[in-house]
């Protein structure tokens, strides 16, 4: 969290997320439906059956997803009751029931594969976020996760980090500032001025107030890749420095560069990064680090669907 108590804006569950959630789920409906319907259940499942299937952990986690079931189940627009048995964030042991499905066994086969490809793929960033989290135990460092994400899964991965005790970085390249140095060198192309940190810096916040669509107060980061543009980063006071692909030595020296020209500004860094090296980087005093592997490197956790059939007797 910066000075001042802002940051990048956590994805919770909102109207946005549920739009992202419809069009997804539309699409993977297509995906297995087609124009057409689902042959096997129709030609051996009798109509009118009724049915109870248990979504069930094979394996140990954290809940992501669970509280979207019910979501997604009316976007496919199927009949059936969703009772939920546990709650994202939430942490869950082997062969644990997390959510109940009742209705016709015809719809709860024809919607089972994509509900459960849904909670799989966010119980398992969340789960992998958490292991991350984990290491930083007992220290101040905060960890974000990155833009590093499944085209169109964006707001949905981004809440699964949050369930799994992350931190959201900005959404996307409207809601906050980024400088890199492909800016930089993009810069010097056009005009053949090479704008150092400092300059940059100050430009953008120029631009920014200058701008009635955009907010003014936006977090302003810079990237840098030296000690020397760090120092000169410094002297502009943006909110957030990213330090790329440092050492741990070096990251050591931008903490005690920082503490003795801004203490406000915080220090991010990011590459190199994994579960071995997390608590390394992190002891160097750094506020945050940066990780594109929650996200694109997550893999789905091992759910399954557990029925129980029974026979209408009334």
Known sequence: MLRDGRDFTAQMRDDFLRDDLTQLVRLAIREDL???????TLAVVPPGLPASAQIVARVAGVAAGIDLISWIVETIGVDLSVEL???????????????????D?????????????????????????????????????????TRKTTPGWRRLEKYAVHCGGGHNHRSGLYDAVLIKDNHLACHARSTGQLLSPSQAILQTRNFLAEQ???????????????????????????????????????????????DAANRGVQLEASGGVNLQTLRGIAETGVDRISVGALTHSAINLDLGLDWVLSRDDS
Request: aromatic letters at 4%; proline letters at 3%; glycine letters at 6%.
């Open 105 to 145: 066994a015809r719809d709860v086969l024809t919607c089972e594969r994509t509900i459960l490809n849904f909670l799989g793929r966010l119980c398992g960033i969340a789960t992998w976020t958490a292991q991350h989290v984990a290491v930083l135990h007992g220290l101040t460092t905060r960890l974000y996760d």
């Open 212 to 258: 009635p669509d955009a907010a003014s107060d936006a977090i302003v980061e810079i990237e840098v890749d030296s000690l020397e543009q760090l120092v000169d980063a410094l002297t502009a006071a943006p909110d957030i420095v990213l330090l790329d692909n440092m050492s741990n030595e070096q990251l050591r020296q931008a903490v005690g560069l920082r």
């Open 34 to 40: 087609s124009r057409g319907m689902d042959l096997t």
């Open 85 to 103: 048995n546990t709650s994202d964030s939430d942490r869950f042991e082997p062969q644990q029931i997390l959510a109940t499905l009742a209705g």
